[in-house]
T-cell receptor
Framework: GNSVTQMEGPVTLSEEAFLTINCTYT??????LFWYVQYPGEGLQLLLK?????DKGSNKGFEATYRKETTSFHLEKGSVQVSDSAVYFC??????????FGKGTRLSVIA | EAGVAQSPRYKIIEKRQSVAFWCNPI?????LYWYQQILGQGPKLLIQ????????DSQLPKDRFSAERLKGVDSTLKIQPAKLEDSAVYLC????????????FGPGTRLTVT
């Protein structure tokens, strides 16, 4: 079955540092890939998505590129802010099938 | 556009009691999902509805969990009787239907079973 593996946290960075959160996936078909973010006390929000190979999703300074050859969708941001502190989930689905999530990576950004 | 609504936001019950959660999806969204998110883990699907029909309930513990979406709009998820391991956040999500990608999540209901 489909699965998602993302790097274990927590990740602690200083403000303005570069962020990478690794995500790899296993899928039987051609999934769409997502990054969701969960801020403290809030629900899941879609951060960005990519629906086919080589697509780049971007939002709020975050980027991730759908790499079919390495089955990866790593999340990057060039300069993190304290307000980026949250839990980040990598996920996949095929069409409107249920999302399959990774375990989440907690990011803490310190000033 | 109103988002996905869920209630209650928090619930504390004792084991062996019953509890029900309610979800109102975004208007016009045909597909509705219930996910369970245990602390420190990613959400996992419990059940998926397409309109008022069940598409996937393979991960739903049917001896204690039940869900319905009678008119193809609102949905309720019930646990009876609750166990300690049911402590989790229960998330409802919706999307417009087949061939659409994005799911919109509600704020969740945090259940604590003591």
């Amino acid at each position: 079955g489909n699965s998602v593996t993302q790097m274990e946290g927590p990740v602690t960075l200083s403000e303005e540092a570069f962020l990478t959160i690794n995500c790899t996936y296993t899928a039987t078909g051609y999934p769409s890939l997502f990054w969701y973010v969960q801020y403290p006390g809030e629900g899941l929000q879609l951060l960005l998505k990519a629906t086919k190979a080589d697509d780049k999703g971007s939002n709020k300074g975050f980027e991730a590129t759908y790499r079919k050859e390495t089955t990866s969708f790593h999340l990057e941001k060039g300069s993190v802010q304290v307000s980026d502190s949250a839990v980040y989930f990598c996920a996949l689905s095929e069409g409107n099938t249920p999302l399959v999530f990774g375990k989440g990576t907690r990011l803490s950004v310190i000033a | 556009e109103a988002g996905v609504a869920q209630s209650p936001r928090y619930k504390i019950i004792e084991k062996r009691q019953s509890v029900a959660f309610w979800c109102n999806p975004i208007s016009g969204h045909a597909t509705l999902y219930w996910y369970q998110q245990i602390l420190g883990q990613g959400p996992k699907l419990l059940i998926q509805f397409q309109n008022n029909g069940v598409v996937d309930d393979s991960q739903l513990p049917k001896d204690r969990f039940s869900a319905e979406r009678l008119k193809g709009v609102d949905s309720t998820l019930k646990i009876q009787p609750a166990k300690l391991e049911d402590s989790a956040v229960y998330l409802c999500a919706s999307n417009p239907g087949p061939a659409t990608y994005e799911q919109y999540f509600g704020p969740g209901t945090r259940l604590t079973v003591t």
